[in-house]
């Protein structure tokens, strides 16, 4: 009888261990689909900041041909 008991306890407790990585993996595919989120955030934020500089600058000044080499680069 031990022995059973003692393999019910091993199956129970795999299937804790599976549910606790399924969790944590659950969790972490979470924080990282909002993290890209956050990033596309913040890269279509500064493209409108970007839009409005240039928008705003003299095409022929030194300011906007460092920008047009960064954005070849």
Do not use: W
Not at 12 to 26: L, Y
């Amino acid at each position: 009888m031990p022995a059973l008991f003692n393999c019910f306890l091993f199956k129970t407790s795999n299937a804790r261990g599976a549910d606790v990585m399924q969790a944590s993996t659950t969790k972490l595919l979470k924080e990282t689909c909002s993290y890209i989120k956050s990033l596309h955030r913040e890269v279509d934020d500064l493209s409108d900041r970007l839009s409005d500089l240039m928008s705003t600058m003299d095409h022929n000044s030194p300011g906007a041909e460092i920008i047009r080499s960064i954005l070849r680069s």
